[in-house]
């Protein structure tokens, strides 16, 4: 966690919202900002609750995500969720998850620890090249060649060359051309 900050008063007061009320949670990516948003595993959570959670991993295992997750302009994301409250809980937690979790490849052998240690990937490593026909800068999600999920930005109007073993995200307008194996 990065930052935690409290807020205390009455319902409707200040930051804290009014019971039946709509709360939006924004990401808000401003110019000069390196940090990309990524929907596939970023989210927004909330949690209304009598106990004061010091350990944020019990409170996130108890969180509620908001769901959908709209991207109404560039570089913003948001969700939104009803804040209901009848039995009168003390705490509202707003959380916004900006974890990224990885895929990776992990090797397996129940006889021998050796042979787990010495695998090999058991896929063939391929050069992409994403072109991207929009009039704005896009992003495509896919497992690089260690077996690891990755992103590379792909500029308005541009092509780009590079490796991996899957594509996981792909927009309509991106057209995605495999080249041959990778010199890796």
């Known amino acids: 966690m990065s930052l935690y900050q409290a807020n205390s008063g009455p319902a409707s007061s200040g ?6 009320s709509t709360v939006t949670m924004n990401s808000n990516k401003l110019s000069g900002d390196t940090y990309v948003f990524d929907e596939l595993s970023n989210n927004f959570k909330y949690l209304v609750s009598d106990t004061l959670y010091t350990d944020i991993g019990v409170l996130s295992t108890l969180l509620n995500t908001a769901t959908p997750i709209l991207n109404p302009n560039t570089g913003v994301y948001s969700s939104s969720f009803t804040y209901t409250n009848p039995t ?16 990776i490849l992990l090797c397996f052998d129940e006889t021998s620890p050796e042979i787990a240690c010495d695998c090999s990937a058991p896929f063939v490593c391929v050069e992409y090249q994403a072109i991207n ?12 060649c260690s077996g690891i999920r990755d992103t590379i930005v792909v500029p308005a109007e541009t092509s780009v060359l590079f490796c991996g073993y899957e594509i996981v995200t792909n927009f309509d307008d991106i057209t995605i051309i495999e080249e ?3 010199a890796v």
């Open 15 to 20: 930051a804290l919202p009014a019971f039946g």
């Open 88 to 103: 009168f809980k003390r705490y509202l937690y707003l959380v916004w998850d900006y974890r990224k979790t990885y895929e």
């Open 133 to 144: 026909n929009l009039l704005t800068t896009a992003e495509i999600a896919y497992i690089n």
């Open 180 to 182: 041959g194996p990778c």
